[in-house]
């Protein structure tokens, strides 16, 4: 099943090339607004389930075109993201020690929104492709054994990051944590329809050329290993979002105006825009790129202000 908030934060179910509304069926749900609605499903999925699809079968929903898709998950109460969670394409050794950031639930924005480049001094925006889990259950200090019992679903997600901001080491929290920054979308899809999330391909175009390509079979921490790592330092609840990480070599700058798009298989296209008032650039190339020329490090900054004054 693929789950969706659309217009007005309406719960929709995907069925074919349009959404069924569904929200009077999940209308007795305890909640406040639509982020502990679709967590109060997720915890209560197995009671509703039956009765969601009964809505599909009969409904005709309206053509996706149609509609404003907003994010499935407007407001998680967790978003944890895995770092350095993948093997390159096989140029790492061996797996980095397994590590993860939170990112603010205020990150979140959905299909067709924009993400905003701040005023700060970073040395280059980046987005990295991920694919993203979805908890099901309540989970705390689970095994690798039992963690896949704990997922409800995935979903594509993008990390927005700041990258090079100072002081150097007091990193994740103003890189990866500001408004905008974490795209997920544009539904959520249940688990049984994902064959196995560790052979998904994931692709990332920047205004139409293909950036990153890689498959989750590179993923250097498996899924029930980040998950025992994570809910053995916290408690993660229905709805909470883990982030797998991303193949890092296809990354390039996210700039102003830009369309970015993401997909993954299975999990749908996730389109969002980029804008920066300042209106800074950079070159185009990807990190792969510049290490093949035998170049250090990402694409400098060419123009606008924080740029790096000329030698």
């Known amino acids: 099943m693929k789950l969706l908030f659309f217009d007005d934060f309406k719960l929709g179910v995907l069925k074919a090339d349009a959404v069924v509304d569904v929200s009077d069926t ?30 599909v079968a009969r409904g005709r929903g309206v053509p996706l075109g149609q509609v404003k898709i907003r994010p499935p998950l407007p407001k998680p109460y967790n978003i944890d993201a895995m770092a350095v969670n993948y093997m390159e394409d096989g140029t790492r050794a061996e797996p980095a020690p397994i590590n993860a950031f939170h990112k603010s639930p205020n990150a979140v924005i959905g299909d067709g929104d924009t993400m905003v480049l701040p005023d700060v001094p970073a040395t280059i925006f980046e987005g990295e492709a991920e694919v993203a889990l979805v908890i099901g259950k309540r989970a705390s200090h689970v095994g690798a054994a039992e963690a896949m019992d704990h997922v409800f679903g995935y979903l594509n997600f993008i990390d927005g990051s700041a990258r090079g901001l100072l002081p150097t080491g007091n990193t994740f ?19 049984d329809e994902v064959r196995d999330p560790h052979r998904l391909q994931v692709r990332l175009w920047v205004n139409g050329t293909l950036k990153q390509n890689f498959n989750t079979s590179d993923m250097a ?18 709805g909470d979002v883990l982030a797998t990480g991303t193949n890092h070599r296809g990354l390039s700058a996210f700039q102003n105006g830009d369309l970015i798009e993401l997909e993954t298989e299975g999990l749908g296209r996730l389109r969002i825009h980029v804008r920066d008032d300042l209106k800074r650039t950079w070159a185009r190339e990807t990190r792969l790129e510049r290490q093949e020329k035998k170049l250090d490090g990402t694409t400098p900054q060419l123009t606008g202000k924080h740029a790096p004054a000329p030698r």
């Open 26 to 55: 999940v209308r007795s749900i305890p909640h406040t607004g639509p982020h502990n609605l679709i967590s109060g499903l997720i915890e209560r999925f197995a009671d509703y389930k039956s009765r969601l699809e009964d809505v």
């Open 173 to 191: 929290y103003q890189t990866k944590s500001r408004d905008t920054f974490a795209p997920m979308g544009p539904y959520l899809v249940t688990a």
């Open 221 to 238: 921490h498996k899924i029930p290993r980040c998950i025992e790592w994570v809910s053995s330092i916290h408690t993660l609840e229905p």
